[in-house]
Antibody
Framework: EVQLVESGGGLVQPGRSLRLSCAAS????????MHWVRQAPGKGLEWVSG????????GYADSVKGRFTISRDNAKNSLYLQMNSLRAEDTALYYC??????????????WGQGTMVTVSS | EIVLTQSPGTLSLSPGERATLSCRAS???????LAWYQQKPGQAPRLLIY???SRATGIPDRFSGSGSGTDFTLTISRLEPEDFAVYYC??????????FGQGTRLEIK
């Protein structure tokens, strides 16, 4: 079964850091680009970051550029998001999503169930 | 950054009716890199359409996508009770800046 399982979310104070993980199974992980997408409570979808199959191409939304870092470990079938200098507006459900292609040029055909990040003092 | 504007914000229809959802881009979406997703409460989004008009695996043929350039449409030919949800368009042509529309809520009339 094709599956993405996110972990690492929680309650964190403004200015602190958090690292999210996404464990992939049921497909050849290193054949595909991967993404993080977030959804604030009651709001729409916002693309956060994406990484190509070999980490050669990486992109970030302007809202997180310079604060968040995406990475992947193909040997462990895992995707990560290091989030630093967290702000209240980063509060959201964070989804891991699989790209249909190997570069950042495909729609997202598999999604995890998400991990909640709450930034509050 | 390409801004996607979806209309209407909310669409009220009855089962069996036809639904037409619009997505307009602030600039041309290259190679029709436009997708549509369905999201139900408490669930992750599900890919319906990619490449503007190709149905994703397992998506019923009552869902169809069309358009090019800056104007795109998702049509649901005959609404089933399970189709009432929020729908998002997404452009992925201006890599690496990927954007979503704000969503259209399809509700039962």
């Amino acid at each position: 079964e094709v599956q993405l399982v996110e972990s690492g979310g929680g309650l964190v104070q403004p200015g602190r850091s958090l690292r999210l993980s996404c464990a992939a199974s049921g497909f050849t992980f290193d054949d595909y680009a991967m993404h993080w997408v977030r959804q604030a409570p009651g709001k729409g979808l916002e693309w956060v970051s994406g990484i190509s199959w070999n980490s050669g191409s990486i992109g970030y939304a302007d809202s997180v550029k310079g604060r968040f870092t995406i990475s992947r470990d193909n040997a462990k079938n895992s995707l990560y998001l290091q989030m630093n200098s967290l702000r209240a507006e980063d509060t959201a459900l964070y989804y891991c999503a699989k790209d249909r292609g190997w570069e950042l040029r495909g729609a997202f055909d598999i999604w995890g169930q998400g991990t909640m990040v709450t930034v509050s003092s | 950054e390409i801004v996607l504007t979806q209309s209407p914000g909310t669409l009220s229809l009855s089962p069996g009716e036809r639904a037409t959802l619009s997505c307009r881009a602030s600039q041309s979406v290259s190679s029709s890199y436009l997708a549509w997703y369905q999201q139900k409460p408490g669930q992750a989004p599900r890919l319906l359409i990619y490449g503007a008009s190709s149905r994703a695996t397992g998506i019923p043929d009552r869902f169809s996508g069309s358009g090019s350039g800056t104007d795109f449409t998702l049509t649901i030919s005959r609404l089933e009770p399970e189709d009432f949800a929020v729908y998002y368009c997404q452009q992925y042509g201006s890599s690496p800046a990927i954007t979503f529309g704000q969503g259209t809520r399809l509700e039962i009339k």
